[in-house]
Structure formats: C-alpha cells, structure tokens
C-alpha cells in the first residue's frame, strides 16, 4: 500500500519561503515520477509540479516558474517542492501523489495519479 505523507506548510507573508516535503512508502520511490498539486477554497485542484523517476525531468505551472523548484532524495524517499517569493494566491491546501504507472504518463493531468498525501496547508498573508 503506498502511503503518502506532506509536510512543512504553514502561514507565512508574501514574498516569504517554505519548503514542503512528502515522505513516500510502501514500494521502491526510486521507480516513479512524483507530482505536487493544490488545491484553493472554492477552486479545483490544479497542477503545481511534477519530477521524474531520476531527476531529469520537471515540469512546472506557469503560474510557479521561476517561484517553485520540485526536487527528489531518492535514498530518502522523499520529494520536495521549494516555494520561494509566495503570493496571497499561492495560498492552498498542497498535495503530494504518485501514478501507479511507472513510466510513459502525462504527468500533468490530475487523473495520472492514483496515490494521494492528505494535504499540507500553505497560507500566504499580504
């Protein structure tokens, strides 16, 4: 059973940095594209970020090119994802989730995921 578990949200002010973090078990990390989604009140959950299995590849939001960085300790299990210079409309609830696929997946679309953390909350005051 693949767990998924987000960490290191919080409240912070525009223009502020969080790191937040998702621990992954119950099968090899190391074999798998991860992606970062959030999700605002009253909104869809939308695509923030994705990385694959290696590192190689990352994809980003427009709306967090250049603010965001995805990144991967695969020893560790965990994925990352560096909210640098937040906006009042970055705040949402984020999510980590894993595909069950490990490989040839349009890692944008939210239905290329099956496995999903249980959301850390990201607030930006302005």
């Known amino acids: 059973q693949v767990q998924l578990v987000e960490s290191g949200g919080g409240l912070v002010q525009a223009g502020g940095s969080l790191r937040l973090s998702c621990a992954a078990s119950g099968r090899t990390f190391s074999a798998y594209a991860m992606g970062w989604f959030r999700q605002a009140p009253g909104k869809e959950r939308e695509f923030v970020a994705a990385?694959?299995?290696?590192?190689?590849?990352?994809n980003y939001a427009d709306s967090v090119k250049g603010r965001f960085t995805i990144s991967r300790h695969n020893a560790k299990n965990t994925v990352y994802l560096q909210t640098n210079n937040l906006k009042p409309e970055d705040t949402a609830v984020y999510y980590c989730?894993?595909?069950?696929?490990?490989?040839?997946?349009?890692?944008?679309?939210?239905?290329?995921?099956?496995?999903w953390g249980q959301g850390t909350q990201v607030t930006v005051s302005s």
């Open positions: 990385i694959s299995w290696n590192g190689g590849t990352r």
């Open positions: 989730a894993a595909p069950a696929r490990a490989g040839g997946l349009d890692l944008v679309p939210l239905t290329s995921y099956d496995y």
